[in-house]
């Protein structure tokens, strides 16, 4: 589908939930926005009763209503849904592919800040950071970290990639002024990325110190870090997930953690909130943190700003930068 040259200024609606947009579209983003869109007054949380007769293009980030096959019948002037977010999984149906709309993410800049957090999470598991810290704090003494820490450090550590996800591979990249070995796995791989090395997910986690997660929540990735790939992982190495909860049996990993085994960074759990009484948010040897990896307080506003650079392209009949391939929907988060 060829894009739309207005020669003028599309009519957009914001759809998304109300606390998304009040965080999102800051004074500046809506400045930017009101630029380059004919922007209808409304922010749409339902679509339930909205005129949505003249609308050319939505504007959408997290909370977005699924935009059924009913809803597109509304919407006969519709031609691209721009997402100030990562996943489109949420509301664009296959009725918006079968209409050939066109579809941009700023996933790439949702990457961002889960490639940094993932970054610190690795530096910081070198050195034992956060068992140490909780130590310190309880026991306000010196005494000789070496040597009830062996092994303690970054320098020629070996950190396992799971996915070469936009996430992934930034992450691989953020690794390189470091001294790691860096291991990578993802079925979808022909070849060694550059500044990692491919290999199966069996030798990648009995082979890494730390494991990093950055695979989509499919099917068939469901608890693919099992019971006994986390047997395989070496004693005190650690697991990190940004990714999705899924991926790992938070079963076993709580029982490894448990034993002290392995160490955990889960930024993902199931259930997301966890119960008050879970072992892991007392385990010295877990970080448990809220889903605040993603886009959080200001960077909300690089995904904004990606999302109307995406928005002017389309005024002016460019071609997307971030546009979303229908084929590879099924296999990307």
């Known amino acids: 589908m060829t894009q739309h040259v207005t020669g003028r200024k599309p009519v957009t609606s914001i759809a998304m939930g109300e606390g998304v947009a009040r965080r999102l579209l800051s004074p500046a983003v809506r400045q930017r926005l009101l630029a380059v869109a004919d922007v209808t007054p409304q922010t749409l949380t339902d679509f339930d009763g909205a005129d949505l007769t003249d ?62 957090f993932t970054l610190a999470s690795i530096l910081l598991a070198g050195k034992r950071v956060p068992e140490i810290a909780r130590r310190y704090r309880a026991e306000r003494s010196a005494r000789d970290w070496e040597a009830d820490y062996p092994g303690l450090g970054n320098f020629q550590r070996t950190v396992g990639i799971v996915g070469a996800s936009r996430i992934g591979r930034r ?18 791989l022909s070849g060694d990325l550059p500044h990692a090395r491919q290999v199966d997910l069996d030798t990648l986690v009995a082979s890494s110190d730390i494991v990093s997660l950055h ?57 997301e909130i966890l119960p008050p009484g879970s072992l892991l948010y007392d385990l010295p040897n877990v970080v448990v943190t809220p889903h605040i990896a993603g886009s959080t307080g200001n960077e909300l ?33």
Request: hydrophobic fraction near 45%.
């Open 55 to 116: 609308v050319e293009v939505l504007f959408t980030s997290w909370l977005c209503p699924p935009l059924t096959e009913k809803v597109l019948s509304r919407a006969p002037r519709l031609r691209a849904i721009i997402h100030a977010a990562g996943s489109v999984k949420g509301h664009v149906t296959e009725a918006c592919w079968k209409r050939g709309l066109l579809v941009s993410s700023a996933a790439a800049a949702n990457a961002v800040p889960v490639a940094e």
């Open 215 to 271: 695979a989509p929540n499919l099917p068939e990735t469901h608890h693919m870090i099992n019971a006994e790939r986390l047997a395989a992982m070496r004693d005190g190495s650690t697991l990190i997930n940004t990714a999705r909860a899924a991926l790992v049996d938070q079963r076993a990993l709580t029982d490894e953690t448990v034993s002290g085994r392995l160490h955990a960074v889960l930024d993902h759990t199931a259930p």
């Open 171 to 188: 992450v691989i990249d953020l690794l390189q002024p470091f001294d790691y070995d860096v291991l990578v796995y993802d079925p979808y």
């Open 301 to 333: 506003a690089r995904m904004a700003h990606m999302a109307i650079d995406e928005l002017t392209r389309y005024a002016h009949g460019s071609p997307l930068q971030h546009r979303v391939d229908p084929h590879a929907v099924l296999r990307i988060a």
